[in-house]
Structure formats: structure tokens, C-alpha cells
């Protein structure tokens, strides 16, 4: 079935450790994956992607990684700042066939940075 | 970030009223979305529009109806809706092709 689902509902860390934010997905057949960050009253704002035909990249202080194995997907986040408090979420896109996107969420992990 | 704005930001309205979301996109895109995000609950896809057509309906009920006048622009009309309407309506574009979406800041209604 459709489904994307992440480990834990909250994750909290200190600043400047390093967060690692889980999700499973559950299409084998998915081969898009992307992260969002949604702030306190901003909508879901683009952090980084992955094609499924890769299995980590790297952006700026963010990596993905995919295992296609297990359908696992992971967020690491490098010195986690104050400002990286918010919700995270994953979408697998399955898109439409007029190459629309069609991207199904999990439920979102709370990420609090602890001063 | 002004790539993809909503208004208004905050609606209330009763179970009776006709309102409607607007949304407008400036990054030259033309798929536009429609999502609805509620506690506790994924983002749910509502609509799709590509080129001004529109290629998905979600199963939504009627009392949402969708309108999309040109790729820019992209409308929620608001009908007779109940408490559980009540949630986060975000709005999304892409470039037809990309699956990458871009969201507004979203409009929080309220029905009472």
C-alpha cells in the first residue's frame, strides 16, 4: 500500500550535535524522495532530494541517504542550529502520468535543539 | 520567500458561508496542488492542476471546488463546510516534469 512513515514523532538534540531524522516508505516502485522542513506557521519549505537511483546526497550541512533494501530514508543533520527546529517531513513521489508530481507524506518528526 | 503566496493567511467562516483561498505563483511553474494539512495527519493532496487542466481529484467532497484561470493563479471555492473542514490549506507548483513542489505559507481556516 501507499505509505510513508517516520520512526519518531519528536527528536530532540543539543546544538551542535548532529540529528539523524528516519522515515520508511513502503512502494518499492517509488523512485523520488524528498525532504521538507515546515517552520511554526510557514508552509513546507524544500531541503534536499534524492533519486532512488542514488544512495546518499549531500547538500549544504543536510545528506540523504537511501537504502532501497530495507526502504529506509535518513535526513543527517551537520551541527544542528536553533533555527533547524521544526517539523521534517519525507514524500515519495509516485507522479501522474502528465509528469506531475504526486508526492505522498509521513507524518512529520519534531526536531528540538536544546541550547 | 515569495515564490508561491496564499491569502488570505487566517479565514473563519461559518458552516453557511462561500469563501474562497487564492494563490499565486511568480516562479514561472505550471502544475499547481492543493493540499490539506490537519493535526496529527500527512499532508493529504486534494487537487492537481497541470497547464490549467485538472488531472487529479482526490476523492474531495464537492463543498471544495477548484479553479484554476491560467498557471499564475490557482483558487479554492469554499462551500456550506463542516468543523472537520477546519485545517491548514496549503498550495504547491512545479515545473511540469519536476516532481519538486513549492509550497505557500497556506491558509489556516477555521469553520465554526
Known amino acids: 500500500g501507499e505509505s510513508v512513515g517516520l520512526h519518531l514523532p519528536t527528536l530532540s538534540v543539543q546544538e551542535g550535535d548532529n540529528s539523524i531524522i528516519n522515515c520508511a516508505y513502503s512502494?518499492?516502485?517509488?523512485?523520488?524522495f524528498i525532504w521538507y522542513k515546515q517552520e511554526s506557521g510557514k508552509g513546507p519549505q524544500f531541503i534536499i532530494d534524492?533519486?532512488?537511483?542514488?544512495d546518499k546526497r549531500q547538500g549544504q550541512r543536510v545528506t540523504v541517504l537511501l537504502n532501497k533494501t530495507v526502504k529506509h530514508l535518513s535526513l543527517q543533520i551537520a551541527a544542528t542550529q536553533p533555527g533547524d527546529s521544526a517539523v521534517y517531513f519525507c514524500?515519495?513521489?509516485?507522479?501522474?502520468?502528465?509528469?506531475?508530481?504526486?508526492?505522498?507524506f509521513g507524518q512529520g518528526t519534531t526536531l528540538q535543539v536544546k541550547p | 520567500e515569495t515564490g508561491v503566496t496564499q491569502t488570505p493567511r487566517h479565514l473563519v467562516m461559518g458552516m453557511t458561508n462561500k469563501k474562497s483561498l487564492k494563490c499565486e505563483q511568480h516562479?514561472?511553474?505550471?502544475?499547481m496542488y492543493w493540499y490539506k494539512q490537519s493535526a496529527k495527519k500527512p499532508l493529504e493532496l486534494m487537487f492537481v492542476?497541470?497547464?490549467?487542466?485538472?488531472?487529479e481529484n482526490n476523492s474531495v467532497p464537492s463543498r471544495f471546488s477548484p479553479e484554476c484561470p491560467n498557471s499564475s493563479h490557482l483558487f479554492l471555492h469554499l462551500h456550506t463546510l463542516q468543523p472537520e473542514d477546519s485545517a491548514l490549506y496549503l498550495c504547491?507548483?512545479?515545473?511540469?516534469?519536476?516532481?519538486?513542489?513549492?509550497f505557500g505559507p497556506g491558509t489556516r481556516l477555521t469553520v465554526l
Open positions: 512502494n518499492s516502485a517509488s523512485d523520488y
Open positions: 492542476y497541470s497547464l490549467e487542466e485538472r488531472v
Open positions: 504547491a507548483s512545479s515545473r511540469s516534469g519536476a516532481y519538486t513542489q513549492y
Open positions: 516562479l514561472g511553474h505550471n502544475a
Open positions: 534524492i533519486r532512488s537511483n542514488m
Open positions: 514524500a515519495e513521489n509516485r507522479g501522474n502520468s502528465d509528469n506531475t508530481g504526486k508526492l505522498i
